[in-house]
């Protein structure tokens, strides 16, 4: 795993009676039962988790990450083992600000357990919701927003586009983003080409031949029948088709991207900065979308954006969990060039829309970039009560 160093995570020449002290690494599991699953085309989420990270510091100061965790449904279990035994020993005592040494440290140090174990996922997983509380813990420290640390402008906003729909009735999901000035709407297919038809034509008829329609087929298809469905698909004029084929068949996707006429987008199963240039070099995508929580943090993902963006190729984060993941998401894609619009889940979550609050909310079909230090959100103590499920203890 390679980290993008900063001037402001290169801190070796601090006295050490000026040193902060990690002094607990410990993860926080969210959950709740789904009364409607959300379905994609391999299965089905019951429940919906956010594994938060909390770091704390010698120096009373806290920072706050989030661990992708959508599947398997016993993915919290293994995230805390992971990270309290796997990860937390390396960065105790450590200080918290050197950031990116740390992200190399951790990569060094647990490059050979994920190769023996076969986990490159789940312990980059692991790592970027470590990564994403030691940014909020230095932006604190510092006094300044994260997205203002690393050099971004002030009074920002992202703009969004709605994701999550389908199999089943889109309209509830997309009228009040619809009302709140959101344009773009993203619709899961790969559930027959019968029900696909009928998805798209509802999604095209309430947003209007304006809107903006991208599709997530979630690596159903194989190459022939992305190629049956493409007719279909630039019928209802999508922009693009995501994750059309299994995502490591880099030369088939290249194939497929060469034939049909939206973008190819991809990236959500890719891991850090040399998988994004594997992808990159195949030619296969005409959009990234690293996941911030899954790919290695706000470190890795901030050094994959540049590299796609050298090479003229936009990005759009993939996003699907809590607010800590989403609200740093939009601090990367204030402060890095090459963004195109940020994913929101359409689907109802008090894990984002509680502990958010109206950061979250979309106005004008944007989100605000949060201005406090760090994040810029501390998750209320009261909602992390309500929620939390003890695991391992």
Same mark, same amino acid.
Request: charged share 20%; aromatic share 8%.
């Given at each position: 795993?390679?980290?993008?160093?900063?001037?402001?995570?290169?801190?070796?020449?601090?006295?050490?009676?000026?040193?902060?002290?990690?002094?607990?690494?410990?993860?926080?599991?969210?959950?709740?039962?789904?009364?409607?699953?959300?379905?994609?085309?391999?299965?089905?989420?019951?429940?919906?988790?956010?594994?938060?990270?909390?770091?704390?510091?010698? &120096?009373?100061?806290?920072?706050?990450?989030?661990?992708?965790?959508?599947?398997?449904?016993?993915?919290?279990?293994?995230?805390?083992?992971?990270?309290?035994?796997?990860?937390?020993?390396?960065?105790?005592?450590?200080?918290?600000?050197?950031?990116?040494?740390?992200?190399?440290?951790?990569?060094?140090?647990?490059?050979?357990?994920?190769?023996?174990?076969?986990?490159?996922?789940?312990?980059?997983?692991?790592?970027?919701?470590?990564?994403?509380?030691?940014?909020?813990?230095?932006?604190?420290?510092?006094?300044?927003?994260?997205?203002?640390?690393?050099?971004?402008?002030?009074? @920002?906003?992202?703009?969004?586009?709605?994701?999550?729909?389908?199999?089943?009735?889109?309209?509830?999901?997309?009228?009040?983003?619809?009302?709140?000035?959101?344009?773009?709407?993203?619709?899961?297919?790969?559930?027959?080409?019968?029900?696909?038809?009928?998805?798209?034509?509802?999604?095209?008829?309430?947003?209007?031949?304006?809107?903006? @329609?991208?599709?997530?087929?979630?690596?159903?298809?194989?190459?022939?029948?992305?190629?049956?469905?493409?007719?279909? @698909?630039?019928?209802?004029?999508?922009?693009?088709?995501?994750?059309?084929?299994?995502?490591?068949?880099?030369?088939?996707?290249? %194939?497929?991207?060469?034939?049909?006429?939206? %973008?190819?987008?991809?990236?959500?199963?890719?891991?850090?900065?040399?998988?994004?240039?594997?992808?990159?070099?195949?030619?296969?995508?005409?959009?990234?979308?690293?996941?911030?929580?899954?790919?290695?943090?706000?470190?890795?993902?901030?050094?994959?954006?540049?590299?796609?963006?050298?090479?003229?190729?936009?990005?759009?984060?993939?996003?699907?969990?809590?607010?800590?993941?989403?609200?740093?998401?939009?601090?990367?894609?204030?402060?890095?060039?090459?963004?195109?619009?940020?994913?929101?889940?359409?689907?109802?979550?008090?894990?984002?829309?509680?502990?958010?609050?109206? &950061?979250?909310?979309?106005?004008?079909?944007? @989100? *605000?970039? *949060?201005?406090?230090?760090?994040?810029?959100?501390?998750?209320?103590?009261?909602?992390?009560?309500?929620?939390?499920?003890?695991?391992?203890?």
């Amino acid at each position: 795993m390679t980290a993008g160093h900063t001037a402001c995570s290169d801190l070796h020449g601090v006295s050490e009676s000026e040193a902060m002290k990690i002094t607990g690494v410990e993860p926080v599991v969210l959950g709740f039962e789904l009364t409607e699953p959300v379905r994609v085309s391999f299965g089905e989420m019951v429940h919906r988790y956010a594994i938060l990270v909390r770091i704390d510091t010698d &120096a009373g100061i806290s920072g706050w990450g989030e661990s992708w965790s959508n599947f398997p449904a016993w993915s919290p279990r293994e995230r805390v083992y992971t990270i309290r035994e796997g990860i937390a020993p390396h960065l105790l005592g450590e200080d918290p600000r050197q950031v990116g040494w740390l992200h190399d440290k951790l990569g060094r140090r647990l490059a050979g357990v994920a190769r023996q174990w076969g986990a490159v996922g789940p312990i980059s997983q692991a790592i970027s919701g470590v990564d994403i509380a030691l940014w909020d813990l230095l932006g604190k420290e510092t006094g300044l927003p994260l997205h203002k640390l690393w050099g971004g402008a002030t009074d @920002l906003e992202v703009p969004v586009y709605g994701s999550g729909l389908g199999p089943g009735a889109v309209r509830p999901l997309v009228t009040p983003l619809l009302r709140s000035g959101v344009t773009a709407f993203k619709l899961k297919v790969g559930f027959g080409e019968e029900a696909d038809q009928r998805n798209l034509m509802e999604v095209r008829e309430q947003i209007g031949p304006d809107g903006i @329609l991208l599709t997530d087929a979630n690596q159903a298809w194989d190459l022939t029948t992305a190629l049956r469905m493409a007719a279909l @698909l630039a019928e209802f004029d999508t922009y693009w088709l995501e994750e059309p084929i299994p995502a490591d068949q880099l030369a088939e996707m290249a %194939r497929l991207r060469a034939q049909v006429p939206f %973008r190819i987008a991809g990236g959500e199963n890719v891991y850090g900065c040399e998988g994004f240039r594997r992808l990159l070099d195949a030619g296969a995508v005409d959009i990234i979308q690293p996941d911030i929580c899954k790919t290695g943090g706000l470190t890795e993902t901030r050094t994959i954006c540049s590299m796609a963006a050298a090479r003229g190729v936009p990005y759009a984060p993939h996003y699907f969990g809590s607010a800590i993941g989403l609200i740093a998401s939009l601090h990367l894609f204030a402060a890095t060039p090459g963004g195109w619009m940020m994913e929101l889940d359409a689907n109802p979550n008090p894990l984002r829309e509680e502990l958010g609050g109206d &950061a979250v909310a979309p106005k004008n079909g944007c @989100l *605000p970039v *949060p201005t406090g230090p760090g994040l810029g959100l501390v998750p209320d103590q009261r909602i992390i009560e309500r929620y939390q499920l003890q695991i391992g203890r």
